[in-house]
Each structure stands twice: as structure tokens, then as C-alpha cells.
């Protein structure tokens, strides 16, 4: 029987994607979290709700909240971890966050000076929840083209500090961390960035936002009294649900293919922590082996872009991610957008 031209369409568009790798290597991967917890009954109890609302609608046991500290500190613990002691810098340092320190400079330059780095070219990369894989598929890019030979990717997230909690079912999720990986040039096979796949549909752009706080309503305009929801996180959850239902299945057959036996090549799924009951129907919807379902949410939060690289370590320090084997990320992000990487560690 004859392709039909979109199953031709989405055939070459896998071949492309998942037949294009790029050889890298990732090094050395760190964390942190800051010292403070905060558990379900206390959010609970913030919010007025009857003990266990807040751990049934999110999955959330515990999740960090900072106190002192900075992103950019943050950032910089989380990157020492990963740099294990060496002194060789990398060629080239990406802040990947949702949430920066401050508009101007670039959070990556704010680490580099927690570093005492000169010289070291920075630059941020920040597609909200999905800025981690954003900043992996340039350095997909940036490698393959020979431009640099050991980058360095930080996600520091603070959310804490601009939550709504008159949007409980949101502002309980969120926490507080950093995660960094060193990624280098590789000669071999066995570890690559085998493809990478980032979709937007704007029709869904105010679905999750922050209106104030950029040139259409600047920081000068904020009223406390008047406005003070617009400078704070929003998000529709339900009607984020809705799209990502809708888009998920389609999207990640472009990336991995659709056939039921793509889980057999795949060894790992670390997907986006953005609540654990969105977890558990992603695995439903996709039909992933529970076994190989990567899940730090019910201790974190979700911990914005920090998420996925945080679950990464946790896989690799704990030795369930091994040399070799391979790990599919998946996430959203406001804009609408999905994202996805594929990558033989």
C-alpha cells in the first residue's frame, strides 16, 4: 500500500532527526539544592487547604525552597560539582533558566564571576521549562560545527520567589535548584546526541506566562496594589494538559518513530518533573515501561529547566544510567512548546 504524503512526511522527518548524530560525550554532571524544605502539610497549611490537598494534586512530598541564596550561586555550586576539581575551564559556559537572576547581565556571566572565570564566552539560552534541551541541541550544533570542544550547560532555577498562591494548583509545584553538566567533543560512537526535536505552538503562548516584568509592562509599572498578579507565575493548567495531550503523541513519533517496539531501544525516559500525575499519564499515553520511567518530582518539585538535568544526575550518580545505554528527555514548555533529545550516554 502507498505512504500517504504525511506518513512520507513524518518518515523523513524521523530519518532526519534521528539519523544525524552528533558525537559528545557528557563528562561530569552536579547539583544543588538549597538547605531549605518545604513539605506538603506546610504548603497546605499556606493555602488553607485540608492536610493532603496539596500532596493528592501534585505528587509533591518536599520541594526546596532558597533562602540567601542566588541563582547565579546556585548555578556555580551545581557547576563546581560537575568540574569534580578540575581546573580545565570549558570553551564556553550556557545558562539554561526560566527564571534569571536579573534582565541584564545573562545569568551565565553572573556564574562565571561566582567562578572567578575571565575570558570564558558566556551566553543564555532560556525557553522556560524547556531551556535545558534547547541549550543541548546548540551544543549539538556548536560541536558539530567545530566551534567548541567542552561546553558547559547550568540550569538555575528559583521559582519561589514568584509564585502566585492564588493559583494553588501551580504555585505548589514549584522548587528551588541547579544542575550542571560538562559536555565534550567525542571521537567515539558510543556516546552521542543521537537527535533533537522542539515544536511551538503559540496558540497556547498564554496558557503559562509572566505579562510583567519585560517591555510591554515594564518593572516601572508595577502597583502592588493594582497589578501585582501580572508581575507573578500564571499558569492554565488545565488548558496546558489539554494541548499536550493533543500534540504529545504525534510529536514523540516524529522523534523515535511510532512503532510499539521503540521502547526496546530506548533504556531510559526522563521526562520534564512538572507534576507527578502528569508523569503518570504521560507514561499511560505513551505506553513507556514503568521500570523505565525516571521520576524525581515527589521530592523536588518541579524545578523548571532544572528538572531534567537534575534527573540526569540522579540517574547517573545513582548507576542506573550507564555508559551505553540510551535516555529519551521530553518535556514542555510555555509557548506552547514540546521538546525532546535522544542520547546514547
Request: neutral net charge; contains cysteine.
Amino acid at each position: 500500500m502507498k505512504d500517504s504524503p504525511d506518513a512520507v512526511k513524518s518518515s523523513n522527518l524521523h530519518s532526519v532527526i534521528a539519523c544525524s548524530p552528533v558525537q559528545l560525550r557528557i563528562v561530569g554532571s552536579g547539583h544543588f539544592l538549597p538547605p531549605g524544605v518545604v513539605t506538603a502539610t506546610e504548603i497546605d497549611a499556606r493555602i488553607g487547604r485540608n492536610q493532603g490537598w496539596t500532596l493528592k494534586q501534585t505528587g509533591v512530598e518536599t520541594r526546596h525552597h532558597v533562602g540567601a541564596e542566588t541563582a547565579a550561586q546556585m548555578g556555580a555550586a551545581a557547576l563546581r560539582a560537575a568540574l569534580a576539581g578540575e581546573d580545565e575551564r570549558p570553551d564556553l559556559l550556557l545558562g539554561a533558566s526560566g527564571t534569571p537572576q536579573q534582565p541584564i547581565p545573562c545569568t551565565a556571566a553572573l556564574i562565571a564571576a561566582e567562578m572567578g572565570w575571565s575570558g570564558v564566552p558566556c551566553f543564555d539560552v532560556n525557553a522556560t521549562c524547556l531551556s535545558f534541551l534547547s541549550a543541548l541541541q546548540v551544543v549539538g550544533g556548536l560541536i558539530a560545527a567545530g566551534n567548541y570542544r567542552r561546553i558547559a550547560i547550568v540550569s538555575a532555577e528559583i521559582a519561589s520567589k514568584g509564585l502566585n498562591w492564588q493559583q494553588p494548583e501551580a504555585a505548589a509545584l514549584m522548587g528551588d535548584g541547579a544542575a550542571a553538566v560538562l559536555i565534550e567533543a567525542g571521537e567515539s560512537r558510543d556516546s552521542a546526541l543521537l537527535g533533537s526535536l522542539i515544536e511551538t505552538w503559540p496558540e497556547g503562548a498564554a496558557f503559562t506566562e509572566i505579562r510583567g516584568g519585560g517591555s510591554r509592562l515594564p518593572a516601572t509599572a508595577f502597583r502592588p496594589e493594582e497589578n501585582a498578579s501580572d508581575f507573578q507565575f500564571h499558569m492554565d493548567g488545565p488548558a496546558v494538559f489539554r494541548l499536550a495531550a493533543e500534540k504529545i503523541e504525534s510529536f514523540v513519533a516524529r522523534l523515535v518513530g511510532a512503532a510499539s517496539t521503540r521502547w526496546d531501544s530506548i533504556d531510559w525516559v526522563i521526562p520534564h518533573q512538572a507534576s507527578l500525575p502528569g508523569i503518570r499519564h504521560l507514561r499511560r499515553r505513551l505506553r513507556i515501561p514503568a521500570a523505565k520511567l525516571i521520576e524525581t518530582v515527589q521530592h523536588q518539585g518541579n524545578v523548571i529547566a532544572a528538572s531534567i538535568p537534575l534527573a540526569l544526575h540522579e540517574a547517573i550518580t545513582s548507576g542506573r544510567l550507564q555508559r551505553g545505554q540510551t535516555v529519551l528527555f521530553l518535556g514542555t514548555s510555555a509557548g506552547f512548546s514540546l521538546g525532546g533529545a535522544l542520547l546514547r550516554y
